[in-house]
């Protein structure tokens, strides 16, 4: 689950972390009415599911009331990336001596949590990480000893901040990782971080993304719900049944078992091409089920292909070509089809198709066989 930056920085609120006084609206009255709460001058913040918002004009430094309502008039409707803004925040602007970048997320390599600090921070931060690595302090924590104050503040001191910034940020740091690790995120990023001419550190953006799998364990997740951003393919899949999930390439997959479906990501992957989507059509591989996910993955403009990995276990081969041969009378299919049929009664099943086959609906003997055309024909 992505959180806005508004739903991050209360979230960040919660463990203690410093952040702007603010509010969230939909309109420009409530926006001038926030901001004459908070006091001026206030930052107007268009609240989008990606970054970069300052670049896009998505960030406003409003003096008073008038600028406040242009600003809030302007980012209302504005297009950030595809993203159409209908959630501003208003929060108290504050006055920036240094810029920084801090971060926690799971390095998997690593088994262990990953911390980046820089004292490059601020809009640029992806050419820092490009173009000049080593302005980025790391450190590993290894989940079951958790970050000490002294590993903290030696990662902290390896970063070259502003020295004045030092306690501040170990204080930000630990309650970030703590934020982090209790609240059950995947990442919790500060962007910029900064430090104030008067000394102390705050958080001036805030990026959350928190672990879907781990709302049971806090009711409270269930408000950041209404605000996630939606794929369309996604929720069409779901009101089928289907275990779906969007990617970005160009090879539509169809797989029985989330196994299998995730070893044909793999295979894709492997030869050279870009899977469009992971599909499981679970146990039953009849024709309903099978026109249900040809369907949902031909709305998808960007396939190119689609493999369709079948093994049989209790499916049985024949049902599965049955299966395959009713679904296409049904479904006006745009891509070419590759079928891998292996397992129970695969021999009966292949012969079914046999007679099916065409320069559009293709049959290959192995899975990377099968990977391979489908990825070829992709692209
Ligand atoms: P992003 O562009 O989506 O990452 O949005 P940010 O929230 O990080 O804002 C972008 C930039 O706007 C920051 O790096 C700051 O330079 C500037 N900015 C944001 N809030 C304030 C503020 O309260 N005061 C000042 N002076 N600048 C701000
Ligand atoms: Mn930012």
């Known amino acids: 689950m992505d959180l806005l930056e508004y739903q991050g920085k209360q979230f960040f609120a919660t463990y203690g972390i410093p952040v702007s006084d603010g509010e969230a609206c939909s309109d420009v009255d409530a926006a001038v009415a926030i901001a004459d709460r908070v006091g001026y001058p206030v930052v107007v913040k ?96 290894d989940p079951a000893e958790g970050l000490s104050e002294a590993d903290c503040r030696a990662w902290v001191e390896a970063a070259n901040l502003n020295p004045d910034a030092n306690d501040g940020a170990v204080d930000i740091l630990m309650k970030l990782y703590d934020a982090y690790t209790k609240g059950d995120a995947d990442l919790c990023e500060i962007n910029p971080l900064i430090l104030k001419p008067t000394g102390e550190v705050h958080a001036l953006d805030a990026k959350v993304s928190l672990d879907g799998n781990a709302v049971f364990r806090h009711e409270d997740y269930a408000q950041f719900d209404a605000t996630q951003p939606r794929d369309e393919r996604e929720e069409a899949a779901h009101e089928k049944g289907l275990q779906y999930v969007g990617l970005d390439g160009s090879v539509g997959v169809i797989a029985n078992g989330a196994g299998l479906a995730m070893s044909t990501v793999d295979v894709i992957n492997q030869v050279g091409g870009e899977p469009a989507n992971f599909l499981d059509i679970g146990g039953g591989a009849n024709a309903d089920v099978m026109a249900g996910a040809l369907e949902v993955i031909n709305n998808d403009p960007k396939v190119k292909s689609i493999f369709i990995n079948i093994f049989g276990g209790i499916t049985r081969g024949e049902e599965v070509a049955n299966g395959i041969i009713e679904a296409m009378k049904r479904v006006d299919i745009d891509s070419p089809i590759v079928i891998r049929l292996d397992g129970t009664n695969a021999q009966e099943g292949r012969e079914i198709l046999q007679p099916a086959l065409s320069d559009t609906l293709m049959m290959e003997p192995t899975m990377l066989d099968a990977a391979r055309k489908a990825v070829e024909l992709a692209s």
């Open 46 to 141: 268009a609240q989008v599911h990606t970054g970069g918002r300052g670049k896009a004009g998505g960030v406003k430094l409003a003096e008073n009331a008038d600028e406040c309502r242009e600003h809030a008039s302007n980012i209302l409707g504005l297009d950030i990336k595809g993203h159409i803004v209908e959630i501003i925040w208003i929060e108290n602007a504050s006055d920036i001596a240094e810029e920084y970048y801090a971060s926690f997320t799971l390095d998997r390599s690593a088994k262990k949590h990953l911390g980046m600090l820089s004292a490059e921070g601020g809009v640029e931060i992806e050419t820092v990480a490009e173009e000049n690595p080593d302005a980025i302090s790391k450190i590993h924590v």
